[in-house]
């Protein structure tokens, strides 16, 4: 077994932080489409004068809330303001343990009114909503992003339940389709 010697271990670890990268980079992991925008901007900012026909936007931020039947909503604050995320054309989901980690969006957002019945059960679905689902009534106007791509930090793969559930291999006891 050969030794590498302490001399040249310290210069591999100093041409290390000396390239501005640790030992430990964060990994970011791809769903959807690619993202093509290098600019990205707060939550806030992106849901300020939003026209009723949408703008483009990309967004980071923090995850707050992933939909824990399929992945295929989630919540994204950056601690101020929220927007909830839907995946374009139903066509990707996202990790389940996606919660709390950093996210890069890229879609449109929109001003959309929601009937009473869907905005209740959009706030059942999550483990910390901002308006309680016994609270709301009538039609309520939600800002939504349909995100054509995300990059999650530390994202990782689907499980395996997961993708069964995805599939429609099998059903995730207690949950209704989204």
Not at 47 to 70: H, Q
Not at 118 to 134: C, D, G, L, Y
């Amino acid at each position: 077994m050969k030794r590498i010697s302490s001399s040249l271990i310290a210069v591999l670890l100093g041409a290390t932080m000396l390239s501005g990268q640790t030992p430990a980079t964060k990994e970011w992991t791809a769903y959807g489409k690619k993202l093509t925008e290098s600019k990205m901007v707060s939550v806030t900012e992106a849901l300020k004068e939003v026209p009723r026909d949408g703008k483009a936007v990309a967004i980071e931020g923090m995850i707050s809330d992933v939909c824990t039947n399929k992945g295929c909503w989630l919540i994204m604050t950056d601690g101020a303001k929220q927007v909830r995320v839907q995946f374009e054309g139903y066509s990707f989901f996202v990790p389940w343990d996606a919660k709390g980690k950093k996210i890069k969006a890229q879609g449109v957002v929109k001003m959309k009114t929601i009937d009473e019945k869907a905005a209740k059960h959009w706030a059942e679905e999550q483990s910390n909503p901002e308006v309680k689902p016994e609270s709301i009534k009538g039609d309520q106007n939600m800002y939504i992003l349909t995100a054509s791509g995300v990059v999650i930090e530390n994202g990782g793969p689907l499980s395996q339940e997961q993708q069964d559930i995805v599939a429609g291999k099998k059903k995730k006891a207690g949950h209704d389709e989204n």
